[in-house]
């Protein structure tokens, strides 16, 4: 796309409101557009169309009219979730009209220089990291995206001055054209949103438009140790700094006898922490860390400041957040884990005896990958959701015999706190009792942190 002041005059149509929608019609109207926004959701459920209403801006609720999209409209940018199979995206592809996502608009406005971070997983804790290490170092970060702030409205109020650090889904990147990141993070890729994407292939492409941009005077961050990662370093023209949890790079941030080390662009080898001095547990929290570092050491943080923040750093809430110990037993909020994978990590994190908490939206994978894990890492199974049957099945083939069901609750919130009650009567002292669905949530809940914050309240009530 071009730059926003160039559609003055011209049509654009924003499809979804919300905080990145409202932010991306105010811009569009500032800069003279002739703005109209869409939203499937009756108009009393939403509540932003009165404010836009206000400035003059078009606002269509309760579904899509055929006379939304024609001819005459010259761009497109619909909130990431919104498939490309839905009706408006459907019909403005067909008519040529471009679609984009915030990023691709926030990216044209943005006078900070953008360091973005993606990945099937790990991406909220490494973005939280990142933007600490820039803080402690004096560098004036505003961290956006996928992680909560709008990043129209986070560029809008950037300077030179800053450094914007942006948390990007593969549902925003696939929505981009001229994006470009002069710090790119690819943290993995595992088989995730593929009810979105159709399959892996679209998946990855969505991912790796977060490099296709950049130039030898940008910096890519990839993880050498996930395959589809490392298939991508001989096509990227960016300065890699690759990270390893396995093997001592040439130029890089690797562990080496359970130390973080960063091999600087000169070849300067610098310790900068053992890895069990980290504040936050977990195997995928060592390779968050690496991320981390390769990323502020690109950035111009001191080694000393980024050694500082991994110390200090706690974790963020839903992602192995430590709940309560109740007779022995140790409660921890993992609701972010909405993939196998993640629940893998999670899993690894603890050498205790587990009762897990799984299951929700089904987006037709068997889960087969969690069968190991659950022959040797886990007690007891406890699943709620559209999947709790795949996941019981998995548990039945471990040989497990404590798996229960909660399918007969009146309300997502009752279904969650029998769960609990049924997972805390299964755990002894020693044990840990740890929800990481698997799945995302929206068969029950309205995200996955209304699923965490349920979980922390029902555990409080025991």
Not at 149 to 156: E, F, G, I, K, V
Not at 359 to 382: C, S, T
Request: charged fraction near 20%.
């Amino acid at each position: 796309m071009m730059h926003p002041m160039h559609y003055r005059d011209k049509q654009v149509v924003v499809l979804g409101l919300a905080k990145s929608g409202v932010a991306v019609a105010k811009l569009f109207h500032e800069q003279g557009a002739a703005v109209t926004v869409n939203d499937k959701k009756e108009r009393d459920a939403c509540p932003e169309a009165a404010e836009l209403e206000a400035l003059g801006i078009s606002v269509v609720c309760g579904g899509h009219p055929l006379t939304l999209i024609h001819e005459g409209v010259s761009l497109v940018v619909k909130n990431p979730g919104i498939p490309y199979t839905a009706e408006p995206v459907a019909r403005a592809t067909a008519l040529g009209i471009e679609i984009v996502t915030e990023v691709e608009v926030a990216y044209h406005i943005c006078e900070a220089p953008i360091i973005g971070i993606t990945g099937s997983n790990g991406k909220t804790t490494t973005t939280t990291l990142i933007g600490n290490m820039l803080e402690a170092a004096g560098l004036a970060p505003i961290v956006a995206g996928n992680i909560g702030r709008s990043l129209c409205d986070a560029a809008a109020e950037a300077t030179s001055d800053n450094r914007m650090v942006v948390e990007l889904s593969s549902f925003q990147l696939k929505g981009t054209s001229a994006f470009r990141p002069h710090i790119a993070c690819l943290l993995n890729v595992y088989q995730t949103h593929l009810d979105y994407h159709g399959g892996m292939e679209d998946y990855i492409d969505s991912k790796i438009k977060l490099f296709a941009n950049q130039t030898a005077e940008d910096v890519a961050v990839v993880n050498a140790d996930n395959d589809v990662c490392r298939r991508l370093i001989p096509d990227l023209k960016a300065r890699l700094l690759p990270i390893s949890m396995s093997e001592e790079l040439e130029c890089g941030v690797y562990l080496q006898e359970n130390t973080i080390v960063c091999r600087t662009f000169e070849g300067e080898k610098v310790p900068v922490l053992p890895a069990g001095e980290l504040g936050i547990p977990g195997r995928h929290n060592v390779q968050n860390a690496l991320a981390a570092t390769a990323v502020a050491y690109a950035a111009g943080v001191p080694f000393e400041t980024i050694a500082k923040v991994l110390r200090a750093f706690r974790g963020v809430e839903h992602r192995l957040e430590f709940v309560a110990g109740r007779d022995g037993v140790t409660y921890i909020n993992g609701s972010k884990a909405t993939n196998p994978a993640a629940t893998i990590m999670d899993i690894e994190a603890f050498a205790q005896p587990i009762v897990l908490i799984a299951g929700g939206l089904d987006r037709g994978m068997d889960y087969m990958e969690l069968l190991p894990y659950f022959e040797n890492r886990i007690k007891a199974v406890v699943t709620i959701g559209e999947t709790r049957e795949k996941i019981n099945r998995v548990a039945a083939l471990a040989g497990l015999q404590a798996v229960k069901s909660v399918d007969n609750a009146n309300t997502p919130a009752d279904a969650l706190n029998e769960a609990v009650r049924i997972a805390s009567g299964l755990a002894e002292s020693g044990d840990v009792v740890l929800l990481s669905p698997a799945c995302a949530s929206w068969d029950m809940f309205a995200s996955y942190e209304e699923r965490g914050r349920i979980f922390k309240q029902s555990v409080h009530n025991l």
